[in-house]
């Protein structure tokens, strides 16, 4: 899926040589090591200062930026929240597109996928952190990227809250034959849930 090669980022990341495999990656290491920097990499945030990296076998330096991220696409380890309702936070990807929102019942379907019980109408701003981090993967789920890139995303959350989280991305990325790479601190997360550990 992806390859690697002679990578060299500021003072933070040397790599020779990677590759990440389909299906569920799992980035482990101490604070600090580049794991989110690799993330932003992969997602053409940042440039690398030389190397180059492949994206399923293209070098996504010559791929526009905007068409990659619509394939490969980031959830933060800080939600972001729009303004607006639960509705308005799940169609901002589609307004940002200028495509059509997939309407209200594919909206329920999500939330119904992530577990977020709440109504369309509800307010954003009054999820607690781990419902916002669901309402977040809930509309990255929504434009169907192939790849999703996970910062992450359950710091915020309990270990049963955790659990629930990561599970719910592995069946869908497996159900739907996407990938994910998922930044952890979690040894635990990644031996459970990854099908590849890189640390």
Request: glycine letters at 6%.
């Amino acid at each position: 899926m992806f390859r690697i090669e002679n990578l060299v980022y500021q003072e933070i990341l040397d790599i020779n040589e990677l590759r990440i495999k389909p299906g569920m990656t799992a980035l482990l290491g101490p604070s600090g090591c580049g794991k989110s920097t690799l993330l932003r990499l992969l997602n053409k945030l940042v440039s690398p200062d030389a190397g180059h990296i492949f994206y399923k076998g293209v070098d996504i330096a010559e791929v526009p930026s905007v068409e990659h991220r619509r394939r490969v696409m980031m959830l933060s380890q800080s939600p972001v929240l729009f303004p607006g309702n639960i509705r308005d936070n799940l169609e901002v990807g589609f307004r940002l597109q200028k495509a059509e929102s997939p309407g209200d019942a594919r909206l329920r379907e999500i939330l119904a996928q992530v577990r977020l019980d709440k109504d369309l109408d509800g307010p954003s701003e009054l999820l607690s952190g781990g419902e916002r981090q669901r309402l977040v993967l809930a509309r990255v789920c929504l434009l169907n990227p192939e790849v999703y890139l996970l910062d992450e995303p359950s710091a915020a959350l309990d270990e049963h809250a955790e659990d629930e989280l990561v599970a719910m991305v592995k069946t869908h990325i497996r159900s739907e034959g996407k990938s994910a790479v998922m930044v952890t601190h979690s040894r635990r997360v990644a031996e459970r849930y990854a099908d590849d550990l890189l640390v």
